[in-house]
């Protein structure tokens, strides 16, 4: 926990050493070959395995230019997009990753589709381990024939004292860039820990909506049409992962408050401040009030 390791503590007050991984074209660079030969390690069923391999292999692809079709090729590699099993395929077949990552590294892996996280914790005058973990993910890779993205991957010191932060990692050659903020699953993250950046995003992206609103109002709709639209056009952009950066600070989440006033003048309600933390549907109450 990024919060609890940087709070002081019996052990001190630590930093947090932060590296998003980024797999270039991670779906498109999956060996069917190397992932049948993990389904097998797996035990599954025969039928199933069969399954799989009919799913993947047999494949092809050309390309359209012009209305010039080129020659066929076949696809030995790549789980296809947009099919309900591919993104179980993709992690089944990094899902040993972290085993080449030494565990006298201390480093925690999160995983999510083709997301990746680690981090460290750091005492004072301690190193970071991320590099090395880094070098175990570089081999791992290129074991199982996907690519590592140096230019997406980035690095995050998290860190309150004035203690130097870590050296910088590198992939081969390449020097990782080291950000103040990362969007990490739809949502922004901070060196400091707090969530203005991530308000700030949520706040342009929910405005960018409203003209929904206008729309509704400028064809003389029903209230209860705008409202619905409120609810799910704005609303949930305004709420997501509101478990997590909950316990916002008044100004900010002041500057949330103010994309809802504005959606509720739209529509004709009046200025009832809900409260955006919940997860109650807003339904008008006592005529045209608004209540969570």
């Known amino acids: ?97 972290e085993e080449n990552v030494s565990e006298q590294a201390c480093v925690n892996t999160i995983k999510y589709a083709d997301d990746c996280t680690m981090d460290t914790s750091i005492r004072l005058g301690e190193s970071s381990d991320l590099q090395s973990a880094l070098d175990s993910v570089q081999s791992w890779a290129v074991e199982n024939k996907m690519e590592l993205n140096a230019k997406k991957t980035k690095d995050m010191w998290i860190n309150f004292t004035e203690a130097p932060p870590p050296l910088p990692l590198h992939i081969g050659d390449a020097i990782i860039e080291r950000v103040d903020n990362f969007k990490l699953l739809g949502t922004w993250f901070q060196k400091d820990l707090k969530w203005n950046k991530h308000v700030e995003e949520t706040t342009r992206k929910a405005a960018k909506n409203l003209y929904c609103l206008r729309e509704c109002r400028r064809a003389n709709l029903p209230v209860e049409v705008g409202l619905t639209t409120y609810l799910t056009k704005i609303r949930p952009i305004l709420e997501y992962c509101s478990p997590v950066w909950g316990g916002l600070p008044r100004y900010v989440k002041d500057e949330l408050e103010r994309v809802q006033r504005r959606s509720l003048r739209i529509i004709g309600l009046p200025m009832v401040t809900c409260q955006l933390s919940k997860r109650e549907e807003l339904k008008p109450h006592r005529g045209n009030s608004l209540t969570s």
């Open 1 to 97: 926990n990024w919060f609890d390791s940087t709070d002081n503590s019996s052990t001190g007050r630590q930093g947090v050493h932060a590296l998003f991984v980024d797999f270039r074209k991670a779906f498109d660079l999956v060996d069917h070959k190397i992932l049948l030969d993990k389904l097998v390690d797996m035990n599954v069923t025969r039928s199933f395995w069969l399954w799989i391999m009919s799913f993947l292999e047999g494949r092809t692809q050309q390309v359209n230019l012009q209305g010039v079709l080129s020659f066929t090729a076949s696809c030995p590699a790549g789980v296809p997009q947009g099919s309900a099993i591919s993104p179980t395929l993709f992690d089944i077949h990094i899902n040993d990753m």
